[in-house]
């Protein structure tokens, strides 16, 4: 437990760039370019899921933004909720998204974010990234002590798909289709790549990578 609480916190340090570039006014940086957010909020996971225009971001303390003109103006959307959120991401359009937190917390929006609803994940650990890969059906949450859940029907279930690991899971990523897919693992030198052509089952421990810059300090 305590090692993952330290990752977890390394994990926080990074995440504190995505407030800065949410928090202040405009202020040119190159081709980089900080707005006013609207929160004091850590911030933590963005997502434009069509345009440049509208997009969502969230955060600690069940903290969501959302912007409908590039990031000029952020609002805050109540959540009812003082969980870390730590991954937000629309599949195919502005209506239909999901987010991901602490204590194993789903929550989706079929209506452009105004509103969310929880959804049971039958875990209560962090869950740190979610994929939909081609539409709003089938989707992966991945976490903490090996947690890969994996949803057909929108999120009404989620099954997990015990990859037989205790690793923190931090980022999952279906590239093409919802076939092949890969999990990274904060806790250990390890990516995950799940084959759900046949079986359904991902999570299969297929080599170990190394870390390429980066420094245990």
Partial sequence: ML????????????????????NYTSISCGSWTLYVAGTSERLYSVCFPLDDQSGYAVGLR?????TTNGGGCWRIVPSGMTKRFWSVHFPTDVQTGYIVGDSGVILKTTD????????PSGVNYPLLSVC???N????YAVGGSGTILKTTNGGVN???????SSRLFSSVHFPIDDQIGYVASASSDSILKGNCKTSGTCGRLVSRWELLAFHES
């Fill in 136 to 139: 709003a059906q089938i989707g």
């Fill in 62 to 66: 069940g903290t969501i933004l959302s």
């Fill in 112 to 119: 452009a974010g105004t509103s969310w609803l929880s959804q």
């Fill in 3 to 22: 090692r993952l609480r330290i990752i977890m916190l390394k994990m926080l340090s990074f995440s504190s760039l995505l407030l800065i570039l949410l």
């Fill in 158 to 164: 989620w099954i997990n798909q015990n990859p037989g």
């Fill in 132 to 134: 939909f890969p081609v």
